[in-house]
């Protein structure tokens, strides 16, 4: 799970001369008009959107821009009150019972490393998930090593916000509900064992970090994919199944059935692109062309 929220938090928030790599043109297989395929970041800065070749064009031509998540079912009240009540614990299963109280320094240590200038505490913390708290450090994480960071202005929203100004409506590969249940819902036992993995490796994670920001700005999938999958530092086959294989797997089912009726710019995290069960490598199982635009 550490490295999946790494992969979503960390990826380069810094322009690139030529984006190609990033941006993939999907035709054939009875398609009269071709779909895009943009690997993104979550958290980066619509800034850099103007760099990437052949975006503006992929927008102006699309019929529809596809999110993970639609950005007004996001920011929508509902949600935002259905993510904050999973952010929330049992009493019997807040952090101080999940840890012992070795463990519970240790989180506590790697947390006030993040945390102690803004003097935010741990026991402050101490009613939400371990999942909760991993994702707070690592977009604390993504401030330390960008200085241009600003949640305000992700790049995922603003590609739906172009579109939806040009006239074209966006909408999503899966609802709110489900990234909700998939970061927060999961058995508290395992967060708190990823939590603490986390803390125990902290400098190394900040490395894989870095290793997966040039691999984004080198725009090398490959090396992207192999950071993510790595047999020391990267997630399990079980969690890469969960969180982005079976994904992948459900977004295709959407798109063979959507992109023949209208030109779709999907917009998905970087690390749903590559390997065998990346989503370009689906596309081209289903006897789609798929090819970088240049």
């Known amino acids: 799970m550490k490295r999946i929220i790494t992969l979503i938090v960390a990826a380069t928030l810094l322009a690139i001369g030529a984006q190609a790599q990033l941006l993939w043109r999907v035709s054939g297989n009875g398609l009269i008009r071709p779909s895009y395929i943009f690997g993104t970041h979550h958290m980066a800065p619509a800034s850099m959107l103007d760099s990437i070749t052949g975006l503006q064009q992929a927008i102006a031509s699309c019929d529809v821009v596809l999110g993970e998540v639609e950005k007004d079912s996001l920011m929508s009240q509902e949600t935002q009150m259905r993510m904050a009540q999973a952010m929330i614990a049992p009493p019997d299963s807040t952090l101080d019972k999940l840890f012992t109280k070795p463990q519970y320094l240790i989180v506590e240590r790697v947390f006030n490393k993040y945390f102690s200038t803004m003097g935010v505490k741990l026991s402050q913390m101490n009613m ?85 920001s040039k691999a984004y700005m080198s725009q090398d999938l490959d090396k992207l994919f192999a950071v993510m999958t790595d047999a020391t530092t990267g997630d399990s086959e079980e969690e890469m199944e969960r969180l982005i294989y079976s994904r992948n797997r459900r977004w295709v089912e959407k798109l063979v059935r959507i992109m023949p009726e209208r030109a779709a710019l999907v917009c998905v995290g970087a690390g749903h692109l590559p390997g065998n069960q990346g989503l370009l490598q689906l596309l081209r199982d289903r006897g789609y062309t798929v090819v970088p635009v240049k």
């Not at 450090?137 to 172009?162: E, G």
């Not at 986390?198 to 970090?209: G, I, M, P, R």
């Open 128 to 212: 939400f998930k371990p999942n909760a708290i991993s994702t707070q450090m690592q977009a604390m994480q993504a401030i330390k090593h960008f200085d241009d960071f600003d949640p305000s202005t992700q790049i995922d929203m603003a590609v739906q916000t172009r579109a939806n100004q040009q006239g074209k409506p966006s909408g999503s590969l899966e609802s709110a509900s489900e990234q909700i249940d998939l970061l927060f819902n999961t058995p508290l036992t395992e967060q708190a064992e990823g939590l603490l993995e986390a803390c125990k490796k902290d400098d190394n994670f900040q490395e894989q970090t870095e290793l997966l």
